[in-house]
């Protein structure tokens, strides 16, 4: 869930001691069923709060239906702040509630939380690589995801063509750094990479969202795709065990280890999206890793051995 609205739930429930999921999703203009989650996800960071089961029912904060922040224990607050302090270094408006939060606790449990604030720093760029600043769009259409408005984007696909869609935006996802929407379309469920958006416009209507969406399990379901398709062409190598590590590093969830293959030896699986791209990405091993089928990889490779000995086998020539 996101940062600024777990601060927005706790606010209300500091103002209102009891909230129900009904209200909470009026007030946050979510979804009946989202509010539950939210409101869910928030007991199971820590915080105090249970619901009450019947006519008058609602969730509410231990200790009474007025009970402010300062019914937080100091492992409470610590927990809450913990959670929240990467959250706000991408957002001003994250940063102001969690001061407005910090100054609700009593004075005895600030020190600890406003340390918890700085305890976790999320770096998102892997070693050598380039950061990659947050898509622009990224505000606009959390926006309209909240207030549940409909959006035309228009959008490059992987040809490159770009095309003009209505869409109902259901969420957000930040995959290592890059920015997905998933979003409902006359077509059915469609994911969008956020920046090959080159245009996003509200419109101002309502926008359909199904009432037993699951963000994270839609997307589980879209990532799987996506890891199926990366890796469409598998290969057998012979590799010294020592190096299985280095392996897995590179083709993370597409390396699996079978069984061994002489001393210090074993066989291993290895999957990409084409066989091309696993001779390119083997080539760089030379002779420690040997690829035992199929032929089609190993006929790459043998290629790409005699490019690099045309190219390289001699010195270059003094013109250039």
Do not use: N
Not at 54 to 83: H, I, K, N, Y
Not at 205 to 226: F, K, N, Q, S
Request: hydrophobic share 45%.
């Amino acid at each position: 869930m996101r940062a600024d609205r777990l601060l927005a739930v706790l606010m209300l429930l500091q103002r209102h001691g009891r909230v129900t999921a009904a209200g909470l999703a009026a007030e946050l203009e979510v979804s009946v069923a989202t509010a539950r989650r939210d409101l869910e996800a928030l007991a199971a960071s820590g915080v105090p709060v249970y619901p009450q089961r019947g006519r008058g029912g609602g969730w509410q904060l231990v200790g009474g239906a007025r009970t402010d922040l300062s019914g937080l224990t100091a492992a409470e607050a610590r927990a809450v702040f913990l959670l929240l302090g990467p959250g706000t270094a991408v957002s001003a408006d994250a940063r102001a509630a969690l001061r407005k939060l910090l100054a609700a606790l009593p004075r005895t449990f600030r020190a600890e939380a406003e340390a918890a604030v700085d305890a976790t720093v999320v770096d998102p760029v892997g070693w050598g690589g380039r950061d990659r600043p947050r898509p622009p769009t990224v505000d606009l259409l959390q926006d309209a995801v909240v207030r549940r408005r409909k959006v035309r984007l228009g959008y490059a696909g992987r040809s490159g063509e770009p095309t003009v869609r209505l869409v109902d935006p259901w969420g957000l996802i930040d995959k290592d750094g890059t920015w997905y929407l998933l979003a409902g379309t006359e077509r059915g469920r469609r994911t969008f990479r956020v920046d090959r958006v080159t245009a996003a416009e509200p419109t101002g209507e309502p926008a359909g969202r199904p009432d037993d969406l699951a963000l994270a399990a839609a997307w589980a379901e879209v990532a799987e795709e996506i890891e199926q398709r990366r890796a469409r062409t598998w290969a057998t190598v012979r590799v010294e065990e020592r190096y299985l590590a280095v392996l897995r590093d590179r083709f993370g969830r597409h390396c699996h280890p079978g069984d061994p293959d002489g001393p210090g030896r074993l066989r291993v699986r290895l999957g990409a999206s084409s066989a091309l791209d696993l001779a390119r990405e083997l080539a760089g091993w030379g002779g420690l890793v040997e690829v035992l089928d199929p032929p089609g990889v190993r006929e790459l490779l043998a290629r790409i051995g005699a490019e690099l000995l045309a190219a390289h086998g001699r010195p270059p020539d003094a013109g250039g």
